[in-house]
């Protein structure tokens, strides 16, 4: 089992040793984990992140772990830049062959990491196993097939007329097929993939990307190194090494960044942006963010909950314009719903419902006014302050007599108590995998269904028939005013319905050494490009 990284304990109850010398235990491991040997004239970037990916699968688990993972190990077809607009990579161009279709010239030339050569074979390989996945299988239902025109040419054709075919093509990267085909050392099929398992994938890994995993100690350190053979010579990135070693304090990850021992690291928590702010070891990069952080009502573990005045009285009982203010400060945005204002389905009508008064009258309405118990499981080194505001809902839940038993958990832990719907309340946080309103709705709202994949994150259990024929009807319409319109109607309906509880959407923050030329590679998404990244 691999040591942690600090001795403070993660459950929030005080430790035997004193603060001071844990924090310097803590130092020590950190200094000693992210020690490397030097090589003269190479480039080493030491990153920290407040956790690392669960695994080397990139169709294990649909996270930002895995696709940060994914950027740089793996290629995809194409990438949003940062006007997200379509970018080629993998493929050197596209063109629409008619409603269905979308064909893809790819780069001749390539190789993966093992030396095997890219072709058409391994992205319709690629695009199987994605509708094969648990977690990736809802965003290509749309996809019926990819079809090999040549060695370098593959159609993506849709079931229907799509509107999404090049934003569903950002979350191919194409595997290599020889290298996962066969058994492993256990008699297993290599192509398989287990979540939260010990699949093959999982720990061999062989991409198209700028780097190529030399080591791996999950929840200790990852050395990537530059892949030599990288396909894109025009890329400004000089970086030789990367130490990626997850630091999920964020006292620790901050102050290792101002002493320089690491040279960047994300997220930077609230508290100590303006602290960077006037650090002159490090400079900050903010962008307004697009994930949405929120809370689910199990259904069908709490009766309560199947009534829909109680799940709105949760939400008029949750005070998201406080959270962001005292907890994040004011560095997110309340939300009233799922779409940012910056996507097609956001509808301007709703607003946040925080109101004490309303929560105690629709208890009361339902037969509830003397409360119940539930439980309730969050992550403390996934999302900004997650545990923080936990504890605070939890708090403004007891206000209406609803009893909270709280767990939080580091995320390594918290995904398979989440996919296994262990308790009643549970957060989740999601960015649109497609830049798209659509996207909220197939996996945090939708009816579950382990055939589409369509609900995969709805641990809420929450079903409205009415909805879900409305998001298959916007898979299918390519007139994008009345698409948009029928999406806001969406949105109208999960208000009402109180489907979920919404409490903001989450800015974004990195910082790094003033050397490091961090503006160019970062975005919305929160997936650096570090193949691009230069160190002056």
């Known amino acids: 089992m691999n040591k942690p990284l600090s001795r403070i304990n993660r459950g929030g109850k005080p430790t035997a040793k004193p603060l001071r010398r844990t924090f310097l235990a803590a130092v020590t491991a950190l200094t000693m984990a992210l020690a490397v040997p030097a090589i003269a004239d190479a480039k080493t970037l030491k990153l920290a992140w407040d956790a690392d990916p669960v695994s080397l699968d990139p169709h294990e688990q649909l996270s930002g772990a895995t696709l940060q993972l994914s950027h740089m190990v793996f290629d995809p077809l194409i990438r949003f830049d940062k006007k997200m607009a379509f970018e080629p990579r993998l493929a050197e161009s596209f063109e629409q062959i008619d409603d269905k279709t979308m064909r893809f010239k790819l780069r001749k030339g390539v190789k993966f990491h093992s030396g095997n050569p890219f072709t058409a074979e391994d992205v319709k390989w690629t695009l199987n196993r994605l509708k094969e996945s648990a977690d990736f299988k809802a965003i290509f239902e749309q996809i019926a097939e990819a079809k090999i025109i040549d060695e370098h040419t593959v159609d993506l054709v849709a079931k229907t007329a799509f509107p999404l075919t090049l934003n569903t093509a950002t979350y191919i990267f194409p595997m290599d097929s020889k290298f996962y085909s066969g058994k492993d050392e256990q008699g297993r099929d290599k192509a398989a993939t287990a ?176 409360g119940f118990k539930v439980s309730m499981i969050a992550p403390n080194n996934r999302y900004v302050n997650d545990e923080k505001i936990a504890q605070a809902v939890a708090t403004m839940l007891s206000k209406i007599n609803i009893d909270v038993d709280l767990k939080t958990m580091p995320k390594a832990q918290y995904w398979p108590a989440y996919d296994e ?80 509880v919404p409490l903001h959407w989450q800015d974004l923050a990195w910082a790094a050494k003033p050397n490091v030329d961090a503006e160019p590679i970062l975005n919305v998404m929160d997936f650096p490009y570090f193949g691009d990244l230069k160190i002056n």
């Open 195 to 370: 979540k939260h398992g010990d699949a093959y994938a999982a720990r061999n890994v062989s991409g198209t990307g700028p780097y190529k995993v030399k080591s791996r100690e999950q929840g200790v350190k990852t050395i990537f190194e530059r892949n030599k053979d990288y396909w894109d010579t025009k890329s400004p990135g000089n970086i030789d090494t990367i130490v990626l070693t997850p630091i999920a304090e964020d006292p620790i990850r901050v102050a290792a960044l101002l002493s320089g021992d690491v040279d960047f690291i994300s997220p930077v928590p609230p508290n100590d942006l303006e602290r960077i702010k006037q650090s002159d070891a490090a400079k900050l990069y903010t962008l307004s963010g697009t994930r949405i952080i929120l809370f689910q009502l199990n259904q069908e573990r709490v009766k309560a909950f199947a009534d829909p005045r109680v799940r709105q009285a949760v939400t008029y009982a949750v005070n998201q314009e406080g959270i962001v203010k005292k907890i994040m400060k004011d560095f997110a945005t309340p939300a009233e719903q799922l779409s940012p204002a910056s996507y097609d389905g956001h509808n301007e009508a709703l607003k946040p419902r925080f109101d004490i008064a309303k929560a105690k009258e629709l208890m009361k309405e339902a037969g509830y006014e003397k």
């Open 421 to 500: 719907r262990s308790a009643d309340i549970q957060m989740i946080g999601w960015h649109a995998d497609t830049e798209d309103s659509n996207n909220f709705f197939e996996f945090l709202v939708a009816c579950p269904d382990t055939k589409t994949g369509l609900g995969q994150y709805n641990s809420g259990q929450y079903c409205n028939k009415k909805v879900d024929e409305k998001i298959i009807q916007a898979n299918t319409m390519t007139d994008m005013d009345k698409r948009a319109k029928l999406m806001q109607e969406i949105e109208q309906m999960l208000y009402d319905d109180a489907a979920f």
